[in-house]
């Protein structure tokens, strides 16, 4: 483990997270909440999600368009 430990609140959001594990190169992110350790984020979590996102990127780009409504 790195210090000082950097940690985020329950409420911040992923794409924020995922920057803080970025810019300090770090592969584990504890979720804090009053000074309590209530998570963690890991890179594994981050490319579980990304995954999912793509999956549901490919199942769009097979559907067939939508007429503009009038």
């Known amino acids: 483990m790195t210090t000082p430990v950097f ?7 992923l794409r924020a997270a995922v920057d803080v594990m ?3 190169r770090i592969g584990c992110l504890p979720v804090v ?3 309590k350790l209530v998570g963690l984020l890991s890179e ?5 999600h990304l995954a999912h996102l793509l999956e549901i990127a490919e199942t769009k780009d097979g559907l067939p368009e939508l ?3 009038s």
């Not at 940690?7 to 959001?13: L, R, W």
């Not at 594994?44 to 579980?48: A, F, G, I, K, V």
């Open 22 to 24: 970025i810019v300090k």
């Open 67 to 69: 007429a503009p409504a």
């Open 44 to 48: 594994s979590d981050c490319l579980r």
């Open 33 to 35: 909440e009053d000074g």
């Open 7 to 13: 940690t985020v609140a329950p409420s911040i959001s």
